[in-house]
């Protein structure tokens, strides 16, 4: 019995290091710029056949805007996937949309910043405990907040 205990947890223990060897995740942003770069293939694919990428990077939008102008091109002959809309989506928002860090919920701050609906979250419950941001700085001061992702979306925030 005692001797089971004492090679199970050794065998716990030795599976728990394999894994975290196997699957020791990249550098974030390693993995983010690999998501980023799959992302933008699939938008590429699926949105410059028709227009190029032109009229996507020189917009801004809110995020219900985006959502219109998603369904609009699916009604104009827009193919994909359900899960590559998604992709597609996914890299409008977090490099073209726009957003009011002040009203937004968190899931909303996760996709604008590119994030972990965690770190949406902290914000929302720093805002709450703080009152409103009223410049980029004030967001900075976020625990978790990557000041590099904030500097990026300057021209993309209002208060
Ligand atoms: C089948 C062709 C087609 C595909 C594919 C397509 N679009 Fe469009 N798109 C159009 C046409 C036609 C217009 C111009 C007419 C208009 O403004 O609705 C347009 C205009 C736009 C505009 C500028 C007008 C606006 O609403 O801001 C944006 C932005 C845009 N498309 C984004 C996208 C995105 C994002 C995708 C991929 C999810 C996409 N398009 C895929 C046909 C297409």
Redesign the pocket.
């Known amino acids: 019995m005692h001797v089971f205990l004492r090679v199970t947890v050794f065998t716990f223990v030795a599976a728990l290091a394999g894994v975290s060897q196997a699957q020791a995740p990249a550098a974030p942003s390693d993995a983010e710029a690999k998501r980023d770069a799959a992302d933008l293939a699939v ?1 590429t694919r ?6 190029g990428l032109e ?2 990077t ?2 801004l ?1 809110s995020r219900e ?2 959502e ?3 369904n ?3 009604a ?5 996937t359900p899960q590559e ?1 998604q992709q ?2 996914d890299y ?1 928002l977090r490099h073209h949309s726009s957003l009011n860090v002040n009203r937004a919920a968190a899931t909303d701050l996760a996709a604008w910043l590119g994030d972990s609906d965690a770190v949406g979250q902290a914000i929302v419950d720093y805002r709450a405990a703080n009152g409103a941001f009223k410049t980029l700085d004030d967001l900075k001061k976020v625990p978790g907040v990557s000041a590099q992702k904030l500097e990026a979306r300057k021209g993309r925030v209002s208060f």
């Open positions: 938008v699926v949105c410059a056949p028709c227009h009229p996507i020189t917009s939008k805007e985006w219109g102008t998603f609009q091109m699916e104009s002959g827009a193919t994909a809309f597609a989506f409008v």
